[in-house]
């Protein structure tokens, strides 16, 4: 069976940081691209990173440039987000998703192309 597990979400002050992690199994991770959603109360899932099956390529959504860091390491079937000068406005549920393609494409944040998705993880980020 094809999962997706998340973890490291939490609530931190603003100003912070948070790691997450994105954990396959039942598949190996070397032939997908991985990205990371997020969605907030009342708003639509959208786009946050995007990373190619090789790791050599990264896409970032404007908000969080400069901020937050994807990564992957193929050899653990895991994908990690670091987050760091986090604000109140990156309040929302995390959720890693693949697809089986090398690179991210244009494209990337279009939800309809991942195959995989996890169950998500929620990140506060509040004083």
């Known amino acids: 069976q094809l999962q997706l597990v998340e973890s490291g979400g939490g609530l931190v002050q603003p100003g912070g940081s948070l790691r997450l992690s994105c954990a396959a199994s039942?598949?190996?991770?070397?032939?997908?691209?991985i990205a990371w959603f997020r969605q907030a109360p009342g708003k639509e899932r959208e786009g946050v990173s995007c990373?190619?099956?090789?790791?050599?390529?990264?896409n970032y959504a404007d908000s969080v440039k400069g901020r937050f860091t994807i990564s992957r390491d193929n050899a653990k079937k895991t994908a990690y987000l670091q987050m760091n000068s986090l604000l109140p406005e990156d309040t929302a549920v995390y959720y890693c998703?693949?697809?089986?393609?090398?690179?991210?494409?244009?494209?990337?944040?279009?939800?309809?192309?991942?195959?995989?998705w996890g169950q998500g993880t929620q990140v506060t980020v509040s004083s």
């Open positions: 990373m190619s099956s090789s790791g050599g390529i990264a």
């Open positions: 998703a693949a697809r089986p393609v090398r690179s991210c494409g244009s494209s990337w944040g279009t939800r309809v192309l991942y195959d995989y």
């Open positions: 039942g598949f190996a991770l070397d032939y997908y691209a």
